[in-house]
């Protein structure tokens, strides 16, 4: 079982970047996909969560404030493969961004797995 993001780089403000979330030896729409990150220094921080196929709000997504309109996710069930297309993007988005599994996107829910992280890096 594994859960990998990936897709993160360096990027100036204004840019875009799709991270890539992919899953081996389970299926990613079992569960709800949340992305998180975390900055150095300052505490993990929650940014999308799209719900799983079999959930009550089935591919329903959910943003924190911050990346409304500028982030959008979603899922490719053929690739098992979840995205989060960032466009954009500001220097306080700066963070490693990690996927993870959990059975809900409600806040009661926690997450139960993840995998390494990918850097990303707005600057000029």
């Known amino acids: 079982v594994q859960l990998q993001a990936y897709g993160g780089g360096l990027v100036e403000p204004g840019g875009s970047l799709r991270l890539s979330c992919a899953a081996s030896?389970?299926?990613?729409?079992?569960?709800?996909i949340r992305w998180f990150r975390q900055a150095p220094g300052k505490e993990r921080e929650g940014v999308s969560c799209i719900s799983s196929s079999i959930s009550g709000d089935a591919g329903s997504t959910y943003y924190t404030d911050s990346v409304k309109g500028r982030f959008t996710i979603s899922m490719d069930n053929a690739k098992n493969t979840v995205y989060l297309q960032m466009n954009s993007l500001k220097p306080e988005d700066t963070a490693v961004y990690y996927c993870a599994t959990r059975p809900e996107c409600a806040p009661r829910f926690s997450d139960n797995y993840w995998g390494k992280g990918t850097l990303v890096t707005v600057s000029s």
């Open positions: 030896g389970f299926t990613l729409d079992y569960y709800a």
